[in-house]
């Protein structure tokens, strides 16, 4: 079977860090996107990994486990529009539901 | 940048209408794809594409059909909307079946069906 699993909620203080881990079981595995959505709006790409390692890009840091079946996205420096869900999602694309299967996400709330 | 546009943002309908939500995306992509996202449950796949006329049941098809009569359009339908179907609808888009970044999704902003 296919699942993805991920905190469902998390807080954190602004100016700190915070990881946010998803762990999955898939048929497949061609790569881990990470997308932030925030609330009412479209999800948006944050990043990308497929090989096993820390991929940075600014504040924002991706990192994959493939043996593990183990992804964390990593914020840095906090700000407040940081409040948002954070969707995990497996590229899987010999699949038969689609190209990437989808964590439920994780909400950030980032408090003052 | 690629774009995926959905009709509306926002839709009040009667139970029992028939509800048309339309799609579209500019960038010549083959996929094509209809989530409803609803808390606690994440994103649940209702519908995708991969061509021109070709469509595919996700994991909550019961109560939808879709069409995709052009590359760029593709069109979710509510035969008789229920109250139970009061969601908010995603569209998104990408290149093709493959492995990599350029393989990713392109979200349409959505559209919050209120079913009353």
């Known amino acids: 079977g296919q699942n993805i699993d991920q905190p469902t909620e998390m807080t954190a203080t602004e100016g700190a860090i915070v990881q946010i881990n998803c762990t999955y079981q898939?048929?497949?595995?061609?790569?881990l996107f990470w997308y932030q959505q925030h609330a009412g709006e479209a999800p948006t790409f944050l990043s990308y990994n497929v090989l096993d390692g820390l991929e940075e890009k600014g504040r924002f840091s991706s990192f994959l486990s493939r043996s593990k079946g183990y992804s964390y996205l990593l914020l840095k420096e906090l700000q407040m529009k940081d409040s948002a869900s954070y969707l995990c999602?497996?590229?899987?694309?010999?699949?038969?539901?689609?190209?990437?299967?989808f964590g439920k996400g994780t909400k950030l709330s980032v408090k003052p | 940048d690629v774009k995926v546009t959905q009709s509306s943002r926002y839709l009040v309908k009667r139970t029992g209408e028939k509800v048309f939500l339309e799609c579209v995306q500019d960038?010549?992509?083959?996929?094509m794809f209809w989530y409803r996202q609803d808390p606690g449950l994440g994103l649940r796949l209702i519908y995708f594409s991969y061509d021109v006329k070709m469509k595919e049941k996700g994991d909550i098809p019961e109560g939808y059909s879709v069409s995709r009569e052009k590359k760029e359009r593709f069109s979710l339908i509510l035969e008789s909307a229920s109250t139970n179907q009061t969601s908010m609808y995603l569209c998104?888009?990408?290149?093709?079946?493959?492995?990599?970044?350029?393989?990713?999704?392109?979200f349409g902003s959505g559209t919050r069906l209120t079913v009353v």
């Open positions: 999602a497996v590229q899987n694309y010999g699949g038969s539901q689609g190209n990437l299967i």
């Open positions: 898939t048929s497949g595995f061609n790569g």
């Open positions: 998104a888009s990408s290149l093709s079946r493959g492995a990599g970044p350029n393989y990713g999704y392109t």
């Open positions: 960038m010549d992509h083959e996929n």
